[in-house]
Nanobody, 119 residues
Framework: QVQLVESGGGLVQAGGSLRLSCAAS????????IGWSRQAPGKQRELVAI??????DYADSVKGRFTISRDNAKNTVYLQMDSLKPEDSAVYLC??????????????WGQGTQVTVSS
């Protein structure tokens, strides 16, 4: 079991920056991947950024603007969001993946933090 708590959301003007934090607790040593997704009203949940091993990956919509990083000593993952656009407005959710077999995993989600970007 992993518990995830996000923080750092808020209201920002277009072009501004925010940094989201996700503190993990529980079986953190079992986490195989950790990342961020977002959910906007009326839209499908979108994977924004993921950190797996020593590599990272991003949705095309945020490449060059968002950066995911991890502080393993603090069991915390961050999402630095720069050059924010109104279309980035959404609830941002942290998630963690724990592999349970060769082809299976369990996923854990935080409660989410609201990001609103005004034009």
């Amino acid at each position: 079991q992993v518990q995830l708590v996000e923080s750092g959301g808020g209201l920002v003007q277009a072009g501004g920056s925010l940094r989201l934090s996700c503190a993990a607790s529980g079986s953190t040593s079992s986490i195989t991947a950790i990342g961020w997704s977002r959910q906007a009203p009326g839209k499908q949940r979108e994977l924004v950024a993921i950190s797996r091993g020593g590599s990272t990956d991003y949705a095309d919509s945020v490449k060059g603007r968002f950066t995911i990083s991890r502080d393993n000593a603090k069991n915390t993952v961050y999402l630095q969001m720069d050059s924010l656009k109104p279309e980035d407005s959404a609830v941002y959710l942290c998630y963690a993946e724990i592999s349970t077999g060769r082809y299976t995993s369990n996923y854990y989600w935080g409660q989410g933090t609201q990001v609103t970007v005004s034009s």
